[in-house]
Nanobody
Framework: HVQLVESGGGSVQAGGSLRLSCAAS????????VGWFRQALGKEREGVATISTRGGSTYYVDSVKGRFTISQDNAKNTVYLQMNSLKPEDTAMYYC????????????????????WGQGTQVTV
């Protein structure tokens, strides 16, 4: 049973920072892709960033490049999303999701690829 648990959300002023965590269990962590997605009220869910847990390759959507950093701690089976210079438009529910045995290539943040999802954590700027 694959389980993803997000934490670290909260309220922050514009220009501030937050670090989200996604703790994974129930599968072999080292051969997958883990992505962060967000959904603002009244809007569609969109991809933010993703990482290959095998090689550490990363991919970001243009709107967060230079502000957000996705990383992993293999010993803890955890993926992080460090969010700096936060803007009001970053306000959303943030979800992590996993693709097992993923192929690292485009479309990196296609929602349909990600079969396992966490419950989400709210970020308010």
């Amino acid at each position: 049973h694959v389980q993803l648990v997000e934490s670290g959300g909260g309220s922050v002023q514009a220009g501030g920072s937050l670090r989200l965590s996604c703790a994974a269990s129930g599968y072999i962590y080292s051969a997958n892709c883990v992505g962060w997605f967000r959904q603002a009220l009244g809007k569609e869910r969109e991809g933010v960033a993703t990482i290959s847990t095998r090689g550490g390759s990363t991919y970001y959507v243009d709107s967060v490049k230079g502000r957000f950093t996705i990383s992993q701690d293999n010993a803890k089976n955890t993926v992080y999303l460090q969010m700096n210079s936060l803007k009001p438009e970053d306000t959303a529910m943030y979800y992590c999701a996993a693709v097992l045995n993923c192929f690292w290539g485009p479309p990196y943040l296609s929602i349909g690829r990600y079969k396992h999802w966490g419950q989400g954590t709210q970020v308010t700027v």
